[in-house]
């Protein structure tokens, strides 16, 4: 009888350090989870806040682009709730469907790399030749405006 007590007694232990490593791979795995998912949670949060557009005066194509140096500019207006950064690396500037670096993103009246809600910045992209109607789009995190002009 106590064989049997014995052999008992090795399989409940061994069931409890086998239960014990399965909740402990179980803990981290949804601890890794956890963590993604509130990363990503914040990256989603960033996005739904931010919002742009672009107040260029498409009346006056002229104040858009200079055909003589080349240089488009464009001035954007932070509508979202989010303060953004006047980071060139922030900011995408596509043209006729090309991606296009932008020369310089700078806020209106201000130095400062702060972009807060309300305020404008002046996008500027050099060496752009235009012609004709033309399309501009300016994304930051996801967030677009589009504007068409002619010139």
Known sequence: MS????SHLVIFIASI???????GTLVTQV???????AD????????????????SDTGTPESIYDGTENVLTLY??????????????TVDVLIEGQFNTPANVTRVGEDTVQWPPGSVVEITVEGVEIT????ATVAINGN???IRFSV
Do not use: C
Request: proline share 0%.
């Open 76 to 89: 954007v207006k932070n509508t979202g709730e989010t303060e953004l950064r006047t980071d060139r690396d």
């Open 144 to 146: 677009e405006d589009t």
């Open 3 to 6: 064989g049997v007590s014995a």
């Open 132 to 135: 004709g109607d033309t399309r």
């Open 40 to 55: 990503q949670s914040e990256d989603v949060e960033e996005q739904i806040g931010t919002d742009v557009r672009i107040v």
């Open 17 to 23: 350090v086998v239960a014990a490593g399965v909740a």
């Open 31 to 37: 601890d890794r989870v956890s963590t993604s998912i």
